[in-house]
């Protein structure tokens, strides 16, 4: 797989900004000035800033993808700790997002998640509670309590 078919937020190429100030709420006035503020280390592919609907404003960051990988490496140089809308930036490589739960598989691969789903887990429970107490029952028969008296 060539560089120029690399997925974009695994190439050396993007490059993650936080710290954007949410009361800048135009998205054009946002997007104009990041490229603005980070066109001087090489030429920009793209810039993406995520949106909160839900709000109506973007989320505080953004994604930028230059032309070169050194150019990215230039802009986290210089631009890491700078201010932007009078707020300090984050800027590093992008990274995919990872979900952390533990396990790389899936819940209901696992016999236990379908058992316990099925209601046969706390069959078996039961069943080897059982098998327990008769077990607890056998030992008594065969030693029988004295006391030490």
Known sequence: MSSSQTPTLQSRRSLYVGGL???VKQMQTVETTIRAAFLPFGPIQGVEIPMDYAAGTHKGFAFIEYVDGDDA???IYNMDGAELFG?????N???AERTNLGSN????????WFKE???MKEEEERKEQEKGKEL???LLKEKPLTSGI
């Not at 899936?106 to 016999?111: F, G, I, N």
């Open 117 to 119: 789903q099925s209601g």
């Open 21 to 23: 100030d949410l009361a």
């Open 93 to 95: 490589i992008a990274q």
């Open 105 to 112: 598989k899936a819940v209901w691969s696992t016999e236990e």
């Open 136 to 138: 607890d029952a056998s």
């Open 87 to 91: 707020k300090t930036l984050t800027v």
């Open 73 to 75: 490496a230039e802009a």
